[in-house]
């Protein structure tokens, strides 16, 4: 466990890993109260757009998250709930936890229905080991980043790289699905939305790392277009529908 840091410049402020929430970062950065509502905030309209997620895909036994996107998820919140620690306090290592095993129950949603997404019927018998051999694989990329120094304290650098698999593959999904009954709005806007907060908070947290700017606005862009789409095809298929005389 990482011991505490003591920062001189900011008297009363210590980063140490047993605070509910932390005010400073490990580089002697000041949170704002701002900073900490964005991050937990959109944090958790993920952990409620997983809740979402869960429920439609035991309903429609389809997985609403590209079949990537999910694996890298998956390698991602195992890395930093387990091998790493967030530097704001046990709080948001729960909230980090709590990601992880909701997605436990994703993926395994992932490997039952997961070969849906998969239009060639020869790669289907294959579907389960590949998707298995691809989150150990994301695992192992996503531990070398962080354990090399590649990664910020709280895993941002990381996270975006696993956002813009979600943002971009999700939205291959979607241009691929015949049937947009079964993708989910709230799913959508949950994600979108807890995304775009978390990127406000690291545009004020970190405004020198440009790389990290790049993806948020990159996954706003991506994020944005499937929301736009989706609701053109809902509409699309809510015209399409007999209606009653």
């Known amino acids: 466990m990482n011991s505490p840091v003591i920062c001189p410049d900011h008297p009363g402020l210590t980063n140490d890993p047993g605070h509910f929430l932390n005010f400073i970062d490990r580089n002697c950065v000041p949170y704002t109260y701002l900073e900490l509502f964005l991050f937990a905030g959109g944090c958790f309209l993920w952990v409620?757009?997983?809740?979402?997620?869960?429920?439609?895909?035991?309903?429609?036994r389809f997985m609403d998250m590209a079949a990537i996107a999910v694996c890298s998820n998956f390698a991602w919140e195992g890395i930093w709930s387990w091998a790493f620690k967030t530097d704001m306090g046990w709080f948001l290592v729960c909230t980090y936890r709590a990601w992880f095993f909701l997605d436990i129950f994703i993926f395994w949603q992932l490997l039952r229905w997961g070969s849906k997404q998969i239009s060639q019927p020869a790669f289907r018998d294959h579907f389960k080991p590949a998707a298995v051999f691809i989150a150990l694989g994301f695992t192992v990329l996503y531990y070398f980043y962080v354990q090399e120094g590649m990664d910020t304290p709280i895993g941002a650098n990381s996270a975006y790289l696993a956002q813009i698999i979600v943002s971009s593959t999700c939205l291959l999904l979607l241009l691929g699905s015949p049937d947009a009954k079964i993708l989910s709005?709230?799913?959508?806007?949950?994600?979108?939305?807890?995304?775009?907060?978390?990127?406000?908070?690291?545009?004020?947290?970190?405004?020198?790392?440009?790389?990290?700017?790049?993806?948020g606005i990159l996954a706003f862009i991506l994020d944005t277009t499937y929301i736009g789409y989706l609701l053109r095809l809902k509409a699309a298929e809510a015209s399409a529908k007999p209606r009653m005389a």
């Open 185 to 215: 709005l709230a799913v959508a806007w949950l994600k979108g939305t807890g995304t775009g907060m978390n990127t406000v908070m690291m545009l004020m947290h970190y405004p020198h790392n440009h790389f990290l700017h790049t993806l």
């Open 48 to 60: 409620a757009a997983y809740a979402v997620l869960i429920r439609n895909s035991l309903r429609y």
